[in-house]
């Protein structure tokens, strides 16, 4: 397998093993390495990128993007991380926050503002001058918030031309919805098998409680709301090629349609299983967390309706 | 029915105010204020309410002969809403709110004379033994046995879910002593003391790593005759009584309202997607506004229900399902709030219910204080509509209520 140039990954297979992936609920960071940070060095090209994607199929390189900052919430844009060019090095200086696999990458890549825009840089998260704060999140992964304080990286550290890299990331974070958006599709599929085996086992009033028909109403809701979904991931899957416009609009109804499925399913898969559903002994707990945790990442559904709202069809290229 | 506080109550608003200032310590206010769950941390609440039972005020709604603050509706709504705005924590619902009313409805005087004043006072602190693994909402289905044997039951079986019951000393519990035509005969309310040989409780974690619940295991645990409160073979009716007060008894709109100022005093506080806070955002103002408009259509409703004369009846459904369903909602704008920090789990920077069992950091945290909660008040929440009867369950009452 290769992650670069011609051979880089159908997004359709990427679709396909995203949601086995998910279906399984395996929380090592592929989505992280494989799909958002293999696609930004493979839109950068040159040596290092290219090593590094040798790397990663190798499995000796995991990749975490740190994007967001303390003083931003869903746009892309940096606002205090910087870099200067020193000379043949860079200097850069800021914060990153909920720099989701952090703690496990071998490489951090790092949005920064130049001189020329917005550009990304590729960082040891051990360089001199880099610290983690590291954490837990709630679906048993890890993230850390990181400081940069005049961290001093070497030129080929640039990852792709100077001041190119916003429209890098806003087609980079569309594939990335659009694959999580499949891992979700995954997970809530197993969200449902498991209610509806789980209703027709469990007994009460002398039945088993699959019988009453408010549930039967509410299970069936629950398949319509994964069909819903896995539309939306085929659609902004299919549209990744498409000009920026019409590919952003089908990820924000990626987005949108698979976070309010991410809600509907966990929250009634727990509800279904009454008590049960609120303990950390069965599956439905922790596919429920990480269903909770893609509902807001890169952006609530509030910020991708209003995207989809900016983004008018006639405005495609 | 009149929604302006009269010159006395807002008297008694500046006493309760006052009282709270002076009493509420930081450490018992971050039990308040840092929750993550309707659950207190049981140390620093059992503090509070010793507190409060020296000034009388532990239990609003008792009438004053058994030591309760004999408070009208409007003054336990009054005194909820500062409670809250003031980061005190709940004094646990299950003695005061729950056995209490049993007791004092259903007890002798002899029960009367004796557990009233510890419940009031915290030496006894208790739990709540209903659900079993094969009665959650069909809880007449219930299996404990208690076989009679002179002065004593002979008490065997499993309970399960069970509320802080590792912590607690007595526990009230529904329990078989005969097997007739109909299910919920044949049940009897025991009180059964937590220490007796027999009785071992253990854990049951919670998807946000809480230790809160339990299943409680009693083998051949003797129990006084003297602990039955009603009659034997008729403590369903006991346990109706005690469900009216659990599902209609406090009102929810106050801590809603406290909810929603907190939410967006935090939401002031992050930045939004539009340049400034995220307070400014539209999207999140007309969020916030709605569920403003439906707090407040919610809490006049309480009002009227709670000002009604007679049992609550219906009202007490309405209540638990709207009530737990906007304290839901109240969760999910806190994940809004939270925006990309409200993935973390930072249980240190909160004060759970219970000792949490995830691996996290000591102390320190990152991101914005409200943000390390929301996650956890929102896995936790889950909760409201599924326990003291579950909002299915309720809807059925209500449908059979309508003549359905
Ligand atoms: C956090 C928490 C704290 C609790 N604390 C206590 C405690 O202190 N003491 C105690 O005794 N118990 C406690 N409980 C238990 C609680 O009362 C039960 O969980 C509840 O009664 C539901 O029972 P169950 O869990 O067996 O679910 P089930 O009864 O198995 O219900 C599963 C699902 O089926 C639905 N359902 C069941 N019957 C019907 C029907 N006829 N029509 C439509 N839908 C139906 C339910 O609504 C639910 O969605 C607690 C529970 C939780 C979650």
């Known amino acids: 397998m290769s992650l670069g140039g011609e051979t880089a990954p159908d997004p359709v297979d990427l679709m396909v093993v995203m949601e086995e992936l998910g279906e399984a609920l395996v929380l090592e960071p592929y989505l992280e390495t494989v799909v958002t940070g293999?696609?930004?060095?493979?839109?950068?090209?040159?040596?290092?990128?290219?090593?590094?994607?040798d790397g990663i199929v190798a499995g000796d390189v995991r990749l975490a993007l740190g994007w967001a900052e303390p003083g931003t919430r869903y746009e892309w844009a940096p606002q205090e991380t910087r870099a200067e060019r020193k000379g043949e090095e860079w200097v850069l200086s800021g914060?990153?926050?909920?720099?989701?696999?952090?703690?496990?990458?071998?490489?951090?890549?790092?949005?920064?503002?130049?001189?020329?825009?917005?550009?990304?840089?590729?960082?040891?998260?051990?360089?001199?001058?880099?610290?983690?704060?590291?954490?837990?999140?709630?679906?048993?992964r890890r993230a850390a918030d990181v400081e940069f304080a005049d961290v001093r990286l070497d030129a080929d550290a640039l990852l792709g031309a100077e001041g190119a890299a916003l429209p890098l990331l806003e087609r980079v974070g569309d594939a990335?919805?659009?694959?999580?958006?499949?891992?979700?599709?995954?997970?809530?599929?197993?969200?449902?098998?498991?209610?509806?085996?789980?209703t027709q086992s469990?007994?009460?009033?002398g039945q088993p409680i699959s019988n009453f028909q408010v549930l039967q109403h509410r299970m069936v809701d629950m398949f319509?709301?994964?069909?819903?979904?896995?539309?939306?991931?085929?659609?902004?899957?299919l549209k990744l090629d498409a000009p920026a416009a019409e590919r952003a609009r089908a990820a924000s109804v990626a987005k949108v349609t698979v976070a309010e499925a991410c809600r509907f399913v966990g929250q009634n898969a727990v509800q279904l299983h009454g008590g049960m559903g609120m303990t950390d002994e069965l599956a439905i707990g922790h596919y429920f967390k990480r269903a909770t945790v893609i509902e807001g990442e890169l952006g609530t559904v509030d910020h991708h309706v209003e995207r989809f709202a900016r983004l008018q069809p006639e405005a495609a290229e | 029915m009149n929604l302006d506080w009269t010159d006395e109550e807002l008297a008694f608003r500046d006493e309760v105010r006052a009282f709270l200032d002076a009493h509420l310590t930081d450490e018992i206010r971050e039990a308040g204020r840092l929750m993550t769950s309707v659950y207190g941390e049981h140390e620093r609440s059992l503090a509070w309410q010793k507190i409060l039972h020296a000034k009388g005020w532990a239990a609003p709604a008792w009438p004053t002969e058994y030591g309760g603050a004999g408070w009208s509706v409007a003054q336990r709504y009054i005194y909820a809403r500062e409670r809250v705005a003031a980061g005190a924590p709940p004094v646990s619902p299950m003695g005061i709110q729950m056995c209490g009313p049993a007791i004092i409805g259903h007890g002798t005087a002899e029960q009367k004379a004796y557990f009233l004043p510890r419940m009031l006072s915290g030496e006894h602190f208790w739990c709540q033994g209903y659900s079993e693994p094969g009665a959650g909402s069909d809880l007449a289905a219930l299996q404990m046995r208690a076989d009679d044997d002179g002065d004593d039951l002979v008490v065997s079986g499993q309970k399960i879910w069970n509320t802080h019951a590792d912590v607690a000393n007595w526990g009230f519990f529904l329990v078989r002593t005969a097997r007739l035509a109909r299910p919920q005969l044949g049940i009897t309310f025991l009180l059964i003391d937590m220490t007796s040989p027999g009785v071992s409780v253990r854990p049951i974690i919670s998807p946000s790593g809480e230790h809160i619940q339990n299943e409680?295991?009693?083998?051949?645990?003797r129990v006084p005759q003297a602990n039955v409160v009603g009659a034997i073979n008729d403590g369903w009716t006991v346990a109706k009584y005690l469900l009216e007060f659990e599902r209609g008894g406090t009102a929810y709109a106050p801590e809603l309202q406290?909810?929603?100022?907190?939410?967006?005093?935090?939401?002031?506080?992050?930045?939004?997607?539009?340049?400034?806070?995220?307070?400014?955002?539209?999207?999140?103002?007309?969020?916030?506004?709605?569920?403003?408009?439906?707090v407040a259509a919610f809490e006049t409703y309480e009002f009227r229900a709670m000002s009604a004369e007679g049992s609550p009846g219906m009202s007490a459904s309405v209540m638990k399902i709207m009530g737990t369903e906007l304290q839901q909602h109240m969760t999910e704008l806190g994940l809004i709030v939270a925006g990309r920090y409200g993935i973390a789990y930072q249980p240190q920077a909160a004060c759970p219910g219970g000792a949490v069992s995830f691996p996290h950091?000591?102390?320190?945290?990152?991101?914005?204080?409200?943000?390390?909660?929301?996650?956890?008040?929102?896995?936790?929440?889950?909760?409201?509509t599924i326990y003291a009867g579950s909002n299915e369950i309720q809807r059925n009452i209500l449908a059979k209520g309508l003549g359905l």
Do not use: C
């Open chain 1, 38 to 53: 293999a696609a930004l060095l493979r839109a950068s090209g040159g040596p290092t990128a290219d090593a590094l994607l």
């Open chain 2, 258 to 294: 406290a909810r929603l100022d907190a939410i967006e005093a935090a939401a002031r506080e992050v930045p939004g997607d539009e340049g400034g806070t995220l307070a400014n955002d539209s999207s999140f103002a007309q969020r916030l506004a709605r569920a403003r408009i439906r």
């Open chain 1, 95 to 140: 914060r990153k926050s909920v720099v989701i696999a952090a703690p496990w990458a071998t490489h951090l890549i790092v949005s920064a503002r130049t001189e020329g825009g917005v550009s990304l840089f590729l960082v040891a998260p051990d360089a001199p001058g880099v610290t983690l704060f590291a954490y837990p999140t709630i679906d048993g």
């Open chain 2, 361 to 384: 950091n000591a102390s320190e945290y990152a991101g914005p204080r409200f943000a390390a909660i929301a996650p956890l008040r929102y896995l936790n929440e889950r909760a409201g």
């Open chain 1, 202 to 205: 469990r007994q009460q009033f």
């Open chain 1, 224 to 237: 319509m709301q994964v069909e819903m979904a896995t539309s939306a991931v085929y659609l902004a899957t």
């Open chain 1, 176 to 198: 990335t919805i659009a694959a999580m958006g499949a891992e979700a599709v995954g997970i809530m599929r197993r969200l449902l098998q498991d209610t509806i085996a789980y």
């Open chain 2, 216 to 221: 409680i295991f009693l083998d051949a645990v």
